[in-house]
């Protein structure tokens, strides 16, 4: 009977213990996945959210069910803040508020207390003025700001601290502008207000998302000067990159995967084959294109790195934006 006895209380050791791995025994996942959208239906985070899920289905790279779950509030904040809790069958989308919101005194949370496993697609960032306005080039409109900042308004949204913000300062700085003496007008409804602003000459020059101007520079009824991709964008061939006009810099509008704390290697790989063979379908070029967002995938340890750089980078803009005393 003591043999029984303690036959039975090894068996139910063992079994708890496999139950609580993730992927010592090879067999992560062991539940649903949870996808975290750190924001209300809709708008970038959500879709892409929702987008992996379909397309991680639809194409059988993940067996056990997906689901996505909306943590609005806090510029991605109380979503990520749920995610620092959780184990590694939940994943959260993010991008660069996850290094500025911490910058900005807004988080006690860094990029450092997640697991990378992906960053995935990017917006580019945008400079337009008016059609009407006196400017050939992006060199044209710096050098008015340089000899009259507090007359050039400057048309950005919904806060400062974000990419739209960051990247005209960053632009800024490297022709010799201070970000202090930058003219910027808020508008707190995002881009579809700063670009309204813009048509109606209420600002000299706008610095927002590439998807929010597009449409209207191709009708004419406004002019990008300069985008803040590598390359000159296809459907776009007529606007220079930064980088042509002198301005030696690239800024993307990432978007990417996270994980919480401490996930194993395993978990990670098993991401890493996932997340690889997704941004391979067709499926996922879609959805790129029909959204105006450009293939950046890089896989857990690119991110790693990629963050370290994006980490300085923020850091010393928001120092130089005097938005931290």
Same mark, same amino acid.
């Given at each position: 009977m003591k043999k029984l006895v303690v036959f039975v209380l090894a068996v139910l050791i063992l079994t708890a213990c496999s139950s609580n791995s993730t992927s010592g025994n090879g067999e992560y996942p062991t539940k649903n996945i949870e996808v975290v959208a750190p924001a209300s239906p809709g708008g970038g985070w959500d879709l892409t959210a929702r987008s992996v899920q379909k397309i991680l289905k639809d194409n059988n790279l993940v067996d056990n069910n997906i689901n996505v779950i909306n943590k609005p509030g806090g510029g991605g904040e109380v979503g990520w803040s749920y995610l620092h809790t959780k184990d590694s069958h939940y994943l959260a989308v993010n991008s660069s508020l996850l290094l500025t919101n911490h910058f900005l005194g807004q988080s006690k949370l860094t990029y450092e207390d997640f697991t990378p496993l992906a960053t995935l697609a990017t917006e580019w960032q945008a400079i337009a003025v008016s059609v009407d306005a006196p400017y050939e080039n992006i060199n044209d409109l710096f050098e008015d700001i340089k000899n009259d900042p507090a007359s050039i308004k400057i048309g950005v949204g919904p806060g400062l601290g974000n990419d739209d913000h960051l990247?005209?300062?960053? *632009? *800024?700085?490297?022709?010799?502008?201070a970000a202090k003496d930058l003219n910027f007008l808020v508008y707190d409804g995002g881009g579809g207000d700063v670009v309204t602003a813009l048509l109606g000459n209420h600002v000299n020059a706008v610095t927002t998302s590439l998807s929010e101007v597009k449409e209207q520079h191709i009708a004419g009824k406004l002019k990008i000067l300069a985008v803040s991709s590598e390359d000159r964008l296809e459907e776009l061939e007529d606007v220079p990159t930064l980088k042509e006009e002198g301005i030696d810099m690239v800024f993307p509008h990432w978007r990417g995967i996270m994980g919480p704390p401490d996930m194993t290697e395993e978990e990670i790989k098993y991401w890493d084959e996932k997340l690889g063979e997704m941004v391979k379908? /067709? /499926?996922? *070029? /879609?959805?790129?294109? #029909? #959204?105006?967002?450009?293939d950046f995938y890089q896989n857990s340890s690119d991110t790693k790195a990629f963050f370290d750089e994006q980490a300085e980078l923020y850091k010393d803009l928001i120092g130089e934006s005097g938005l931290v005393q």
């Open positions: 990247s005209f300062v960053q *632009a *800024a700085g490297m022709r010799d502008v379908s /067709e /499926e996922w *070029a /879609e959805l790129l294109t #029909n #959204n105006d967002w450009d």
